[in-house]
C-alpha cells in the first residue's frame, strides 16, 4: 500500500513539472522585427521625385526622376548596398517620375511592379514597360485598399480611386504605417483626386506627407491637409524650375498648419528614419527648414453670407460683418459654409 502511494505521488510529481508552462520569454523573431527601423530617402533628384524605402531586408522605390537621374538614382541605391527592390512603384507615366526607372529595372531585380497603366506614348515610359517585361514581370496597377507588407512596415493603396484622363490624378497613392507613425507618398495627384479619396472615405492621416506635385497649388487642398494632418511635409522639388514651385499658397498653407517643411531643393537629400514611435530627420544640406507659424485655429465668418474664412484670405468681409470663429468644426456647427477659396 505504501509503495502504491509513493508511485502515485510520483506520478504526481511527473504529472504537473509537465504542465506547460506560460512562456516568460520574448520570441527572439519577435525582438528582431519590434527593432526594425524603418528609413526613407526622397532622393534629391531636382524637379522630379525619387523615393527610396527600407525596412529591415525589405526596399522598395517610389519613382526614379527624370531619364537624366536614372544614374544618380542607381548609385544612390548601389551606396545603400541595395541588391534587391522588392516593390517599384511608378506613381504616373510622367517623366519626371518614371524616366529613372529602367536603368534601375536594368541594374536592380525587382519583385513586383505596380503602375497606374500599362500603356502610355512616350519613349522613356515603352522602355520601362520593356525593362519590366525583361524581368517577366507585369505592371500591375494595385486596386484601392491592396496591402502589401514592407518587412515591418504595411504599404496601403489609397488612390487612384477612380479613372482620369489628367495624367497627374493617376497618381498611385500609398500610405505607408510603421507603428505610430505613417507616411503618405501621393505623386502629382491633385486636388480632383485628392477630394475623390476623401468622398471615398480614405485615411488619408499621416506623420508625414510627400507634398503632392512638387508643391504646386494644383495640389495640397485645405480639405485635403486638414485630413491628412501631419507634422511634417517634404517636397520634392528642383532650385530655380520653370514652374516657380513650390507655390507660395501652397507653403503658407503648410505654415498655418503647424507643419514643418523639407524641400529637396533646400536641404538636398533627405532621410527620415522611424523607430516606430518618433520620427528623425537627417538631410545632406544644411539650409535651415521652414519651421511652422502657430497653428491657425480660428476663422473669421462672415454674418451675412454665412460663409467662413482664413484670416489671411483675401475674401474676409468688413470688420462690422465679422464673426470671429473658434475652430472649423465649430464654425460647420454655426451653420457656416467653408470659403470656396481659402477653405477649398
Ligand atoms: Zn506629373
Ligand atoms: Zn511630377
Not at 70 to 89: A, F, G, I, N, P
Not at 314 to 328: A, F, T
Request: aromatic content about 8%; charged content about 20%; some cysteine.
Amino acid at each position: 500500500m505504501k509503495r502504491i502511494c509513493l508511485f502515485i505521488l510520483l506520478l504526481c510529481l511527473l504529472f504537473t513539472g509537465c504542465v506547460p508552462q506560460a512562456p516568460t520569454v520574448q520570441e527572439p523573431e519577435e525582438a528582431v522585427q519590434a527593432a526594425d527601423a524603418l528609413q526613407i530617402h526622397y532622393i534629391d533628384v531636382g524637379q522630379a521625385d525619387s523615393i527610396f524605402l527600407r525596412c529591415g531586408e525589405s526596399t522598395m522605390l517610389i519613382d526614379g526622376g527624370n531619364v537624366e537621374d536614372s544614374d544618380l538614382v542607381v548609385s544612390y541605391l548601389l551606396e545603400q548596398e541595395v541588391t534587391k527592390l522588392d516593390l517599384v512603384v511608378n506613381t504616373h507615366a510622367h517623366e519626371d517620375h518614371v524616366g529613372g526607372l529602367p536603368g534601375v529595372l536594368a541594374v536592380f531585380e525587382a519583385g513586383a511592379v505596380w503602375c497606374p497603366v500599362t500603356e502610355y506614348s512616350s519613349s522613356c515610359f515603352e522602355d520601362f514597360a520593356r525593362y519590366a517585361d525583361q524581368q517577366y514581370l507585369a505592371l500591375v496597377r494595385p486596386e484601392p485598399g491592396t496591402t502589401y507588407e514592407l518587412g515591418t512596415a504595411e504599404v496601403t493603396v489609397l488612390g487612384p480611386v477612380k479613372d482620369y484622363d489628367e495624367t497627374n490624378d493617376t497618381s498611385i497613392v500609398l500610405r505607408v504605417d510603421h507603428g505610430a507613425n505613417s507616411f503618405l507618398f501621393t505623386g502629382d495627384a491633385e486636388t480632383a483626386a485628392e477630394k475623390d479619396m476623401l468622398d471615398y472615405g480614405m485615411d488619408v492621416s499621416a506623420t508625414v506627407l510627400k507634398v503632392g506635385h512638387h508643391g504646386s497649388d494644383t495640389s495640397t487642398c485645405y480639405q485635403w491637409l486638414r485630413e491628412v494632418s501631419p507634422q511634417y511635409a517634404v517636397i520634392q522639388v528642383g532650385e530655380g524650375n520653370t514652374y516657380d514651385h513650390p507655390h507660395e499658397t501652397v507653403l503658407s498653407r503648410l505654415r498655418d498648419a503647424g507643419v514643418t517643411v523639407y524641400r529637396t531643393d533646400l536641404q538636398g537629400h533627405i532621410i527620415c528614419t522611424s523607430d516606430g514611435e518618433t520620427v528623425s530627420f537627417t538631410t545632406n544640406k544644411n539650409a535651415p527648414v521652414t519651421n511652422p507659424t502657430e497653428k491657425v485655429e480660428y476663422f473669421i465668418g462672415n454674418k451675412n453670407s454665412k460663409k467662413f474664412h482664413l484670416p489671411s484670405c483675401s475674401g474676409v468681409p468688413k470688420l462690422e460683418n465679422q464673426v470671429p470663429l473658434m475652430g472649423y468644426d465649430l464654425a460647420v456647427a454655426f451653420g457656416y459654409t467653408p470659403c470656396s477659396i481659402c477653405l477649398k
